[in-house]
C-alpha cells in the first residue's frame, strides 16, 4: 500500500476537571466491515482502503498498538513515541487483515466460516500509553469512511443501546442484490469471563437468534442483521454484561434517508457511506441536548434532508422538542426526524441522540457528478457532558481512487472542514478559534434555550478552543460523496438518571423493605414514606440515620391482622428528584378452617367433645387459603394427638385446600385440651384448639336386623354411633349351621373400633333347615347377642324312584286315573301346603287333602288324579306333566308320563268311583274358560245337573232346559270332579279336573 497522509479533524479534550472523559491510558477498539468495492479479497481493494489510529497527547508520552491479525501474520506490537504534543501520531494499515469481515463482501455473499459474524474473534485492538492521551479512529475506503471517538476503559460500562440504521437493500443493478448491506454492532471484551447479554434484538440477525455470549479479553463479537428488508434495524438493541466492555454501532454502507432513495424513476439518491460510533454507556447519556443542522457544502443540490434520532433507555421516556412534547418513548425504542433547524431537547428520563448527514449523490453519476458529503452518524454530547477546553486538528487523506486518474496531481478526499460549536448565549463572546475570538455574528440561537450555535471552517492543521462555560463541538469534513462526522469530545459523567431502588428483604412478616441510590453518581434516598390511602392493613416505621440524602433507607412493615393480607406503597424521591413508587402485597396467614357446617372460620377452629376411653376418635380437618399468595406449611404438630393423612411441606394455593387428621385415645376418664400448630416459614399458628373428655362406655352394642325373603338372608346393622360408646371391639359366631356370615364393606381393615358394621346372614343350602347365634362386643366388654333361623325346603317325596325319576301311568281314555304319593318331612319345622299342583295341567289332588300340614318326621300319602284325554288313533298318545311342591322361593318336582290305551265304556278307578263313558257319538263337551265350565249336552230337554267330589259330597246342582250348561270353579279347591247329568231320556256322567289355574 503506497503512504497515505491520514489527517482528521480530532477534537482532544482539555477540562482541568478531574471527570471521566475522552482521555485516558488504556484502550479497547476494533473495526466494523466497510464497503470495499472490488471485493474484500481484491488486491487493489486491499492496497487502497485502510485504517486509522489517530492518537494526540498533552504531553510526551510512549504509545504501544498490539492486535492480532488474520492475515496470516503473528501477533503484532507497534511501539511509538509522541515527543512533540502539538504532533498527532497517526498509525495506518491496510484494512485486509484486521477489519472484521462480515456477510457482504463487497459485493459477493461471504460463508458462513469465512465470516466473524456471531462468533468470538481475537481481532481487536488494544492501544496503551505512559500518559493520557486521546484517541480516534477511522475506516475509509473508496467513497465510504467514517471516524469514531474511542473511550478509554475507565469510561467504558455495563449496560447500553445501539444507534444504527435500517438495511440497504440495493437493487439498482450496479452491483447486484449483493450490494445490499446490513445494521451492524460489535462488542469487544476488556477482560475475562466477560458474560454478554443481548438483552433486546429488534431484528432477524444474520447467523440467527443470539441470547447470551461468553467473551474473553480482546475477543470481539459481530453482529449483522438480515439485509432482506429494509425494516431490519438493530437500532434499541440492548447489551449487557457483567464487566466492562466497548461497544461499536452503524451501518456497513447506506444510503440515507432510505425514504428518498426510489424517488425519479428509481434512481433518487446512489451514494452510501459507512457509519461509526462507540457507544456511550447508559449511565452517561443526559437529559438535555441540542439539535444543530450541517452547513451545506458548495454545489449541494439539497434533494432531501438530514436526519436526527432519539433513543430511549427508559420506559415513558416523554421528548420535548422546543418545550413542546413530541414523542413518548419506552426502552428501546426510537424516533426519527428531519433535522433542517435547531432545536432545544429535553426529557424526563435518559435519552441518546444522534444526528445523520445525508446522501448528496443521485443515481445517475459520471465520475464528474460525485457532489460533496455523503452519510455519517454523530452521536449528540449532551449539555451536562460539555467541557470549556478542547484541542484538534485537521489532517488531511488523499484520493486514491478512479477519480484521481482524472487530475494530475492527488486530489484530498475531504475539501471543507467544520466545528459546529455550541455555546451559552452568555458565553459566546467568550468563545475562541486558535486564539481568535469567534465573531458573534456567526452565532445563531437555539429555539427555547439560552445557547447559541456557530458553523466555523477550518482549514487542515492543529487547533485549539476555548471559552469561560462548558460548551460542546461537533467535527465534521465534507468530500466528493464522502464524509467523516463525530463529537469532538466530552466528559463522561455517571449520572444519576435511575431513580431509587425498592424491594423488600424479607418474605415474613415484620417486612423489611429497603429504598437504595447507591449507584456511584446517584444523589442518595432524600425523601421515603408510605401512601396510607392504597395501603391497607398495615404498620410501618421508618428508619434513617438522618435527615439529609442517604445511601438506605429502610422500612419496617408490620400487619395489623396477621390473619389478613396487607398491602404497602411506598413513595421514595432521590436529590434529584427522581421518584420510585412501588407497591407491596404483603402475605398473612390467610389459611381458614372450614367447619362441619361447611362455613369459612378464622383460626383456630374450637372443637368440645364427650367420647368414650379405649377408643381413638379422629377429627378431619380442611383448611383453605382464601389470601391472595400462596401459603407454606412445613408441617404440623400436636402434643397430644396423632396426625395423618398430612402431605407435609406443602404449598395450599389460592383457594386450595389442606387436608389434616388429628386422633386422640386415652383408656382411662380424662379430660383432655390441645392444640394443633401449622409451622410456616414466618412462625408457628394454632390451626385447632381441642377440648376432649374421655368417659366409660356402659352401652352394649346395638344390632337392628333386616330380613329378606327370598332367597333368605338376614343383614345385620351393629352400632356403637354414640359420642360416648367406645367402638365395636369384636364379632363372635357363637353357634351356626346351614349358613354363610359376610362382614360387608370392612375391606382389609376389619371391623376394629367401628363406629357400625354390617354382617350378612344367608342359607347355604335350601333343602336344610339352618340357624345361628352372634355375640358382638364393644371395646369396653359391653356385648349384645342376635339368634336368627331359616326354614328349609325339608318335604320329599319319598316313593319317587331316584333311578327312573319320571313317575310313569298307563289308563284309557276319557277316565280318571288316581293315584297316591307320599311325603316325608325330614326338617324341624311343620310344613303346609294350600296347593299341591302347581304348574299341571292334567293332574290336581282331591279336594279335601289340601292345606296340607306335615310335622316334623311325619311321613303323608295324598292321592292325585289325571283326567285322561281321548285317545286318537295314529298318535303317539303320551302325556307329560310336573308335579311340583312349593317351600318359600324354593321348588320340588316330579315329573309324570301317562300312556293313554284304547277307550272303555267302564271301569273302576283306583279311589274306587266306577265311570262309565258314552259310546263317543253321544259324548257331550266340555269346555274350560278360564275359571268357568261351559257343557255342551248331546240333545235337548229338561236336564238335572250336579257336581260331586271323587268321594261322593255334592258340591252343586241346577236344572236347565236346552243343550248348554255354565258354573264357575273359582271358589272350589283344585282337584277331580264328577258332573252328573239325568233326563228322561238320558243319564250322563262327564269327569271334571280343575287345576286352579
Not at 333311578?803 to 307320599?822: G, M
Request: include cysteine; charge should be neutral; hydrophobic fraction near 35%.
Amino acid at each position: 500500500m503506497k503512504p497515505v497522509l491520514a489527517l482528521l479533524c480530532i477534537a482532544l479534550a482539555a477540562s482541568a476537571q478531574e471527570l471521566p472523559d475522552s482521555k485516558g491510558k488504556d484502550f479497547w477498539f476494533c473495526f466494523m466491515p466497510n464497503y470495499h468495492n472490488g471485493g474484500v479479497t481484491n488486491a487493489s481493494a486491499q492496497q487502497r482502503d485502510s485504517v486509522f489510529v489517530f492518537i494526540a497527547a498533552e504531553k510526551s508520552t510512549t504509545v504501544t498498538l498490539e492486535f492480532t491479525p488474520y492475515d496470516g501474520r503473528p501477533s503484532q506490537r507497534i511501539v511509538r513515541r509522541i515527543t512533540d504534543p502539538q504532533q498527532m501520531l497517526i498509525i495506518g494499515m491496510s484494512f485486509w487483515g484486521v477489519e472484521l469481515i462480515g456477510v457482504n463482501g463487497g459485493g459477493y455473499i461471504v460463508a458462513r466460516q469465512q465470516r466473524h459474524t456471531q462468533r468470538p474473534v481475537p481481532y481487536s485492538f488494544h492501544l496503551t500509553s505512559d500518559e493520557d492521551v486521546t484517541v480516534y479512529a477511522m475506516s475509509h475506503a473508496d467513497k465510504t469512511s467514517d471516524a469514531f471517538l474511542v473511550l478509554p476503559t475507565d469510561a467504558l460500562g455495563k449496560d447500553y443501546f445501539i444507534m444504527s440504521y435500517n438495511a440497504d437493500l440495493y437493487s439498482s443493478g450496479f452491483g447486484g442484490d449483493y450490494s445490499s448491506t446490513p445494521s451492524q454492532f460489535a462488542v469487544v471484551a476488556t477482560e475475562d469471563s466477560t458474560l454478554v447479554e443481548i438483552a433486546r434484538l429488534p431484528a432477524p440477525t444474520i447467523d440467527g437468534p443470539v441470547n447470551q455470549i461468553m467473551l474473553q479479553r480482546g475477543e470481539v463479537y459481530l453482529i449483522q442483521s438480515q439485509n432482506t428488508s429494509d425494516s431490519y434495524d438493530l437500532t434499541g438493541a440492548r447489551v449487557r454484561s457483567n464487566r466492562p466492555i466497548a461497544v461499536f454501532g452503524g451501518h456497513q454502507r447506506v444510503r440515507l434517508p432510505l425514504a428518498d432513495r426510489d424517488r425519479e424513476g428509481g434512481g433518487y439518491i446512489s451514494s452510501r457511506d459507512c457509519l461509526i460510533e462507540q457507544m456511550p454507556s447508559v449511565n452517561t447519556w443526559g437529559r438535555s441536548m441540542f439539535l444543530v443542522p450541517y452547513p451545506d457544502p458548495p454545489g449541494d443540490l439539497k434533494r432531501s434532508k438530514d436526519r436526527f434520532r432519539i433513543l430511549a433507555a427508559r420506559d415513558s421516556t416523554v421528548v420535548y422538542r422546543d418545550s413542546v412534547p413530541l414523542v413518548v418513548l419506552n426502552a428501546g425504542q426510537y424516533y426519527e426526524g428531519d433535522l433542517d433547524q435547531a432545536a432545544t431537547l429535553n426529557a424526563n428520563r435518559p435519552i441518546l441522540v444522534a444526528q445523520f448527514r445525508r446522501t448528496s449523490t443521485p443515481a445517475s453519476r459520471g465520475y464528474e457528478t460525485y457532489y460533496l458529503g455523503d452519510p455519517f452518524m454523530m452521536v449528540v454530547p449532551p449539555t451536562e457532558q460539555f467541557l470549556s477546553t478542547y484541542r484538534f486538528i485537521c489532517p488531511r487523506i488523499y484520493e486514491d481512487s478512479a477519480i484521481t486518474s482524472l487530475y494530475s496531481v492527488p486530489r484530498e478526499v475531504y475539501k471543507y472542514h467544520y466545528v459546529t460549536i455550541v455555546a451559552p448565549d452568555s458565553a459566546k463572546a467568550t468563545v475562541q478559534v486558535d486564539g481568535q475570538t469567534v465573531p458573534q455574528n456567526l452565532f445563531r440561537p437555539i429555539p427555547k434555550s439560552n445557547y447559541v450555535y456557530a458553523w466555523y471552517r477550518l482549514d487542515a492543521g492543529v487547533h485549539s478552543i476555548r471559552a469561560n462555560a462548558p460548551i460542546g463541538i461537533y467535527v465534521y469534513g465534507y468530500g466528493f460523496a464522502d464524509s467523516y462526522g463525530y463529537v469532538g469530545g466530552m466528559a463522561y459523567r455517571r449520572f444519576d438518571f435511575d431513580p431509587p431502588q425498592i424491594f423488600s428483604t424479607t418474605q415474613c412478616p415484620p417486612y423489611r423493605i429497603a429504598v437504595y441510590d447507591t449507584l456511584p453518581m446517584d444523589s442518595r434516598v432524600d425523601v421515603v414514606r408510605v401512601l396510607e390511602d392504597s395501603s391497607r392493613n398495615v404498620e410501618w416505621r421508618i428508619e434513617r440515620k438522618t435527615l439529609l440524602p442517604e445511601d438506605s433507607v429502610i422500612v419496617y412493615v408490620s400487619l395489623r391482622d396477621p390473619y389478613e393480607d396487607g398491602v404497602v406503597t411506598i413513595f421514595a424521591e432521590d436529590a434529584e428528584q427522581f421518584v420510585t413508587v412501588k407497591r407491596f402485597e404483603l402475605p398473612g396467614m390467610t389459611l381458614r378452617g372450614i367447619s362441619a357446617s361447611a362455613t369459612v372460620e378464622r383460626l383456630p377452629l374450637r372443637y368440645t367433645y364427650r367420647t368414650a376411653t379405649k377408643r381413638t376418635w379422629c377429627f378431619p380437618l380442611q383448611y383453605v387459603n382464601v389470601g391472595n399468595s400462596p401459603q407454606t406449611v412445613l408441617r404440623a404438630e400436636s402434643v397430644r394427638g396423632s396426625i395423618s393423612n398430612a402431605s407435609l411441606p406443602a404449598v395450599v394455593g389460592r383457594r386450595d385446600t389442606l387436608q389434616l387428621q388429628v386422633c386422640y385415645r386415652a383408656d382411662r376418664t380424662v379430660t383432655i385440651t390441645d392444640t394443633l400448630w401449622l409451622e410456616t416459614p414466618c412462625g408457628r399458628y394454632a390451626a385447632a384448639i381441642f377440648t376432649i373428655e374421655f368417659v366409660v362406655d356402659t352401652i352394649a352394642p346395638r344390632v337392628l336386623r333386616a330380613e329378606q325373603p327370598c332367597p333368605p338372608a338376614h343383614t345385620l346393622t351393629i352400632m356403637e354411633t354414640g359420642t360416648t360408646e367406645s367402638g365395636i371391639a369384636a364379632i363372635e359366631v357363637l353357634d351356626s349351621a346351614n349358613v354363610t356370615i359376610e362382614l360387608l364393606g370392612s375391606g382389609d381393615g376389619g371391623y376394629w373400633l367401628a363406629e357400625q358394621q354390617m354382617l350378612r346372614v344367608s342359607q347355604r343350602d335350601w333343602r336344610l333347615d339352618s340357624w345361628y347365634r352372634i355375640r358382638v362386643i364393644d371395646s369396653s366388654g359391653n356385648s349384645n347377642t342376635i339368634s336368627g333361623a331359616f326354614e328349609g325346603h325339608t318335604v320329599m317325596i319319598t316313593n319317587r324312584d331316584s333311578l327312573a325319576p319320571i313317575q310313569t301311568f298307563r289308563a284309557a281314555s276319557n277316565s280318571f286315573l288316581c293315584d297316591t304319593i307320599e311325603l316325608y318331612n325330614y326338617g324341624s319345622y311343620p310344613k303346609r301346603f294350600d296347593r299341591l299342583v302347581i304348574r299341571g295341567i292334567e293332574f290336581a289332588p282331591p279336594p279335601l287333602y289340601v292345606p296340607l300340614v306335615i310335622a316334623p318326621g311325619q311321613r303323608v300319602r295324598v292321592p292325585v288324579c289325571a283326567l285322561l284325554p281321548p285317545y286318537r288313533a295314529g298318535a303317539e298318545n303320551i302325556y307329560r306333566d310336573t308335579l311340583e311342591l312349593l317351600v318359600g322361593c324354593f321348588v320340588r318336582r316330579m315329573p309324570v308320563e301317562i300312556t293313554i290305551t284304547e277307550p272303555s265304556y267302564s271301569a273302576e278307578s283306583s279311589c274306587g268311583v266306577v265311570v262309565a263313558t258314552p259310546p263317543a257319538g253321544n259324548a257331550p263337551t266340555l269346555i274350560r274358560d278360564g275359571g268357568s265350565f261351559e257343557l255342551l249336552l248331546p240333545s235337548s230337554g229338561d236336564w238335572q245337573l250336579a257336581l260331586y267330589a271323587t268321594r261322593g259330597q255334592l258340591l252343586w246342582q241346577t236344572r236347565i232346559t236346552g243343550t248348554r250348561a255354565r258354573w264357575d270353579m273359582e271358589r272350589l279347591p283344585p282337584g277331580a270332579y264328577w258332573l252328573i247329568g239325568t233326563s228322561s231320556t238320558a243319564m250322563l256322567q262327564v269327569p271334571v279336573l280343575w287345576t286352579g289355574q
